[in-house]
């Protein structure tokens, strides 16, 4: 599976910003999908997670109730809607997937990754 991630910007604090990823091959709708975030000097973080069929989501409480991820089986993209955007959330974002429906929370856990797009939130 290959990934393309898309869709990052400049946007103030409050605002919104909705990435993509792109995945090619035909069995995009057997991987379990995640975005995950790196801050400059920091650690990569996970954000949430989509299981195969769309059905269930899973986030880090420090994006509860501002972010959510959708996906479409039948185009093979996966989406991260990001609303309420805060200075804090400034990051390059990267999706990942994984083979089958178990979550996966940690970078070490992904088969594949996207290249990253940039997110910065001005204050």
């Known amino acids: 599976v290959q990934l393309q991630a898309s869709g990052g910007g400049l946007v103030q604090t409050g605002g919104s910003l909705r990435l993509s990823c792109a995945a090619s091959?035909?069995?995009?709708?057997?991987?379990?999908m995640a975005w995950f975030r790196q801050a400059p000097g920091k650690e990569r973080d996970f954000v949430g997670s989509?299981?195969?069929?769309?059905?269930?989501?899973i986030y880090a409480d420090s994006v509860k109730g501002r972010f959510a991820i959708s996906r479409d089986n039948a185009k093979n993209t996966v989406n991260l809607q990001m609303d309420s955007l805060k200075p804090e959330d400034t990051a390059v974002y990267f999706c990942?997937?994984?083979?089958?429906?178990?979550?996966?929370?940690?970078?070490?856990?992904?088969?594949?990754w996207g290249q990253g797009t940039l997110v910065t939130v001005s204050s």
């Open positions: 091959g035909r069995t995009f709708g057997s991987y379990t």
């Open positions: 990942a997937a994984r083979r089958g429906s178990l979550w996966f929370t940690r970078p070490r856990e992904s088969e594949y």
């Open positions: 989509i299981n195969p069929s769309g059905g269930s989501m």
